[in-house]
């Protein structure tokens, strides 16, 4: 098998070559493609330096499947044409809501690539790890509505806002005023409640997503709303999440559910510290759950707390995952 990547010295990229080098997949070739800027770039993969080869004069027929790390304007520019040689897995926001295109989380609605026409969508970060939660409580108890609120990390906007945190917040410490280039506001010591462009409804792309993808991926029936937030964290995205059934549940039976879901941890102990945060996620697989409890106020509802490395399972993890299936 061989494989490139679209976008490779990026965050998502650089995640994709370390969660291949840990692959069961026997890889017999690899390129690493970005802009010109990056040439001259190596990197180590499997014992052997690779260099990073120019996106404009790139042979997309070389691999077999192709990962595109690189953002939509690139997706818009490339994939299709990329598609009609190789098998594209995007992680762009381009192709989701595309009815020709099917979109996939791995251990959640794998079935969807037999339809699949050379490519193949990543949901959007904050998406992934909540449909995981989402899928095996809504074949047991059928969802009704789901209300959620995200606590999303600065590298899901990329490097420079990562570097943006760090200078403010030495920049705060300090006594300086901090310099905002990637956010709308000051991000150190803050919360901005915006993420993406605005709609005509007041709702962010963001918000938007979340909640057209779930439709997608789980069940057009599902109502959901989404507060999507900006927070000083530099990995890994936390969610509290409102969670409506069709009936009453047992909440025993709900643990049970969400212990054995695929991709999943309960990590939920009533006591200081009985919770994952941000930080504990990070460089983990896994998507975690926590605070589990009944809504007081609705007998059909359950609260919860769920965290998980949007590097990770919410972009490169799930792409080889994907590969991994193709490959099988």
């Not at 005023?177 to 919360?191: D, E, G, H, R, V």
């Not at 936390?238 to 009936?247: D, H, K, M, V």
């Not at 549940?249 to 939920?268: E, F, M, T």
């Amino acid at each position: 098998m061989k494989f490139s990547i679209i976008g490779a010295t990026g965050n998502v990229g650089r995640k994709t070559i370390e969660i291949l080098e840990k692959s069961s997949i026997k890889i017999d070739d690899l390129y690493l493609v970005a802009s010109k800027k990056s040439l001259g770039k190596t990197f180590k993969f499997k014992n052997k330096k690779i260099s990073v080869e120019d996106l404009s004069n790139y042979d997309f027929s070389r691999a077999d499947i192709t990962f595109f790390a690189a953002g939509s304007q690139l997706s818009q520019k490339y994939a299709s044409k990329a598609s009609k040689k190789t098998i594209v897995i995007d992680n762009s926001s381009y192709f989701r809501l595309n009815s020709n295109v099917p979109l996939v989380v791995a251990e959640v609605n794998p079935d969807d690539l037999k339809n699949h026409r050379n490519i193949i969508s990543n949901p959007n970060c904050s998406t992934m790890q909540m449909v995981l939660v989402l899928k095996p409580l809504h074949d047991k108890f059928k969802i009704r509505r789901v209300i959620v609120s995200t606590y999303q990390a600065v590298s899901g906007a990329g490097k420079a806002p990562m570097d943006e945190l760090i200078s403010q917040t030495k920049q705060v410490i300090n006594s300086e005023k901090p310099i905002s280039k990637n956010f709308t506001k000051q991000i150190a010591f803050n919360l901005i409640p915006h993420i993406d462009k605005f709609d005509e409804d007041g709702y962010t792309k963001e918000e938007l997503k979340m909640e057209k993808e779930t439709k997608k991926i789980l069940d057009k029936n599902i109502k959901l709303s989404a507060t999507c937030v900006r927070v000083p964290v530099l990995n890994s995205h936390s969610e509290s999440i409102n969670i409506e059934f069709e009936e009453d549940y047992n909440l025993s039976d709900l643990k049970n559910i969400l212990a054995k879901a695929p991709g999943c941890k309960v990590l939920d102990s009533q006591k200081d510290g009985g919770y994952i945060t941000p930080v504990e996620a990070e460089g983990s697989y896994t998507t975690y759950i926590s605070r589990i409890r009944k809504d007081r106020s609705n007998s059909k509802a359950v609260n919860l707390w769920v965290v998980s490395d949007n590097l990770l399972k919410g972009a490169a993890l799930n792409t080889v995952q994907i590969a991994e299936l193709l490959v099988k």
